[in-house]
């Protein structure tokens, strides 16, 4: 805990610009950074370096994974690896039955080293058919979702204003897409970000 | 009763089937909603608009037959035959394309659903009930106009709570109207997280590192007045991150700062901060 | 044609997990999520006339199935080239909707990548991108 709070003490105050001890200063000329990462991946063809499907087993700092096509994946989390379940979270929170994305780089024996893991990620178009107490229920593609409003943690945004909490002003019968976390093996998710039309 | 109720059914069919031809003959969305349905999977691209206008001209002629005098058996046994042919393709468009528009009673994308069905299974019954009508249904309706009235009135109130195509004209706004009176959606405070990331993200400071970034945000925190949120990031080679702080009473995209900061030694590489000028947005880079 | 600048989503297609299960392979029937593809709104006069991106004024070229674009994140200038294998998105439900990243901005959504292809250049998380999209 000490830790964690050292380093988030030291990160704060290193974005804060009261800097100490540091001994670099590299430029970051824009033409520079773009630059930095080139995708080569032929357009049409897999990424070696994405993998999606169910997680079959956590094992110390590894995900294995049954892809939706069948292949296995064995997806490395690292201290550096991002994981998103409804909101950034911990490697803690990952349960076997969850569905992922992961991007990373392929390792030579196979393994994918993950910079990012998004855990049971949906992104739904679909319309509002009604709504109750936190939550709206979804017509998606002729299916009904539930989603769950989670206070805290759900956002809105209106026709590309700034999000906010407050979603009373979602309307029933509209369209509005529905960035969530999936509730495994069932028609339910939670919400992360509704986005409204005007 | 049975008499009366037989003999309004080509009054009932008549109205639906017309109802429906309109859609698919004279409505400005007729194209997109042949493109929706599960024609284009049964006939094909190409085939799937004129077929929808064909059914639509099918179902206008026989519409128009059923109302108008005199009443033939014939009329009764096509409306059955095409009540069934409705009922076996939402059937199959359900099983087969469940993702396809019903383009049933209105050119919206209408998914096929148990009510959808519903409704092709009481066009059916309604068309076995005409052909059992003794005589035409402006003579039933004219012997007894209360009765007959009645019957038209709950059916048609059937067929419309049976078309999801109609929700927009009456259960929708009694679910708004619900929602009005209740707010179930109230009580939402608070800045969530998502408008910290947009405000980085509008901000130049992160245009300019955002080709560093290797991850999502991983971790995110709030201290005194202000909001962090670190990515990790890979600069000169090494693995690092980048941390953006957001004051919390700032709105501006100009007020977010980031510094890189070196996961190993802890040493901050890089940082830059927005400053607000009339003339646009400039980054400064802070000696570190 | 030269670049155009707009919106962005991301969908899934093929074999899925959750409410995605039931997508299929898109228009083209070869969408994977896995794969560098994107879905156009003007891949055939059928998807034409249900994206209407006319509506919103913006008048996109025909594109069919397996043609390469290429997308640039105006966020971050990473950039990704994929193949048409969908229909999408729904342009006329969000006309004058608009993303920024400084003083880059797209308006109308134009695009939707699949998930490998949105998150070589975009975190998913983030669900809406502005873009620019080009054919070289």
Same mark, same amino acid.
């Given at each position: ?5 050292n380093?988030?003490?030291l990160?704060a ?7 100490? *001890?540091?001994?670099g200063?590299?430029?970051?000329? $824009?033409?520079?950074?773009?630059? @930095?990462e080139? %995708?080569? #991946?032929e357009p049409?063809?897999?990424d070696?370096n ?7 087993k ?16 064995s997806?490395?989390?690292?201290n ?7 909101h ?10 969850? *569905?992922?994305?992961?991007?990373g780089?392929?390792? $030579?024996?196979?393994t994918?080293a @993950?910079?990012? %893991?998004? #855990?049971n990620?949906v992104?739904l178009?679909?319309?509002?058919a ?7 229920h979804?017509?998606h593609?002729?299916q009904?979702?539930v989603a ?5 943690r759900s956002?809105?945004?209106y026709?590309?204003?700034p ?6 002003l979602?309307?029933?019968g509209?369209?509005v ?15 992360a ?6 | 009763m ?6 309004l ?12 031809a ?10 997109a909603a ?6 284009v999977?049964l006939?094909g ?8 206008r064909?059914?639509?001209?099918v ?31 939402l ?12 383009g049933c009673l209105?050119?919206?994308?209408i998914?096929?659903?148990g009510?959808s069905?519903?409704r092709?299974?009481?066009l059916?019954?309604a068309?076995v ?13 004219a012997a ?11 059916e048609?109130a059937?067929?419309?709570a ?12 009694l679910?708004r109207?619900r929602a009005?009176?209740?707010r179930p ?8 997280l998502?408008?910290?990331v947009q ?16 991850s ?6 709030d201290d005194g007045?202000?909001r962090?949120?670190?990515?990790a ?9 980048a941390v953006f702080a957001?004051p ?13 900061v070196?996961?190993a ?6 940082s830059?901060a927005?400053t607000?000028r009339p003339a646009?947005p400039?980054?400064?880079?802070v000696?570190? | 044609?030269?670049?155009v600048t707009?919106?962005?989503?991301w ?11 039931t997508t299929?392979?898109?228009?083209c ?7 560098y ?5 003007n891949?055939s006069?059928a ?11 913006m ?6 199935c ?31 909707e608009?993303s920024c990243?400084g003083s ?5 959504r ?18 809406l991108r502005?873009?620019?999209?080009d054919i070289v």
């Amino acid at each position: 805990m000490n830790q964690s709070l050292n380093r988030r003490r030291l990160l704060a105050t290193a974005a804060l610009g009261g800097l100490v *001890g540091a001994t670099g200063l590299g430029s970051l000329a $824009p033409e520079a950074a773009f630059a @930095a990462e080139a %995708v080569t #991946v032929e357009p049409g063809a897999p990424d070696p370096n994405f993998a999606e499907g169910r997680i079959s087993k956590v094992s110390g700092n590894m995900l294995l994974v049954t892809g939706s096509d069948t292949v296995l994946h064995s997806i490395r989390i690292t201290n550096g690896t991002s994981i998103w379940k409804l909101h950034p979270t911990t490697f803690d929170q990952v349960a076997v039955g969850d *569905g992922l994305y992961a991007r990373g780089v392929r390792l $030579p024996d196979g393994t994918l080293a @993950a910079d990012s %893991v998004w #855990v049971n990620i949906v992104n739904l178009h679909a319309h509002i058919a009604s709504v109750g107490r936190n939550m709206l229920h979804l017509d998606h593609k002729g299916q009904r979702i539930v989603a769950h409003v989670v206070p805290g943690r759900s956002a809105a945004v209106y026709n590309g204003t700034p999000a906010v909490s407050d979603m009373s002003l979602l309307r029933v019968g509209r369209h509005v897409q529905v960035l969530g976390a999936w509730h495994p093996d069932t028609n339910e998710i939670s919400i992360a970000t509704v986005y409204a039309a005007a | 009763m049975i008499e009366v109720l037989a003999a309004l059914q080509p009054l009932v069919l008549g109205a639906v089937l017309i109802w429906s031809a309109r859609v698919k003959l004279f409505s400005r969305r007729a194209a997109a909603a042949a493109n929706r349905s599960a024609l284009v999977r049964l006939l094909g691209q190409d085939r799937a608009l004129p077929a929808y206008r064909v059914l639509g001209g099918v179902e206008l002629t026989l519409g128009a037959l059923l109302l108008a005098p005199p009443a033939l058996r014939l009329e009764a046994i096509a409306a059955t035959g095409l009540a069934v042919g409705f009922l076996a393709y939402l059937t199959y468009a359900r099983r087969v394309a469940p993702t396809s528009s019903c383009g049933c009673l209105s050119a919206q994308p209408i998914p096929v659903s148990g009510r959808s069905l519903a409704r092709a299974g009481l066009l059916v019954a309604a068309g076995v009930l005409a052909g059992l009508a003794a005589g035409g249904w402006w003579t039933a309706l004219a012997a007894r106009p209360l009765a007959g009235a009645a019957v038209l009135l709950a059916e048609l109130a059937l067929v419309v709570a049976l078309s999801p195509e109609l929700d927009a004209a009456w259960l929708l706004p009694l679910r708004r109207l619900r929602a009005w009176l209740t707010r179930p959606l109230r009580g939402g405070s608070g800045v969530p997280l998502l408008a910290a990331v947009q405000q980085i993200q509008l901000s130049d400071a992160y245009r300019r590192v955002a080709p560093l970034l290797r991850s999502d945000v991983r971790e995110h925190w709030d201290d005194g007045d202000g909001r962090f949120v670190g990515h990790a990031a890979h600069y000169q080679g090494r693995p690092v991150t980048a941390v953006f702080a957001v004051p919390l009473a700032d709105p501006e995209p100009d007020a977010v700062r980031v510094a890189v900061v070196d996961d190993a030694t802890g040493e901050t590489l890089l940082s830059l901060a927005g400053t607000p000028r009339p003339a646009g947005p400039r980054l400064t880079v802070v000696p570190a | 044609m030269a670049a155009v600048t707009g919106e962005m989503s991301w969908f899934c297609c093929g074999s899925a997990w959750g409410p995605c299960g039931t997508t299929g392979g898109g228009a083209c029937g070869t969408c994977k999520s896995g794969n560098y593809q994107h879905a156009w709104p003007n891949a055939s006069d059928a998807c034409w006339s249900i994206t209407r991106p006319d509506t919103c004024g913006m008048s996109l070229s025909r594109r069919t199935c397996g043609f390469r674009h290429y997308t640039t994140n105006l966020c971050s200038g990473l950039r990704v080239g994929t193949t048409i294998a969908d229909c999408g998105p729904q342009t006329d439900l969000w006309c004058g909707e608009r993303s920024c990243c400084g003083s880059a901005c797209g308006t109308n959504r134009i695009i939707d990548l699949t998930p490998a292809a949105y998150s070589a250049i975009a975190s998913l998380s983030t669900g809406l991108r502005p873009v620019s999209v080009d054919i070289v």
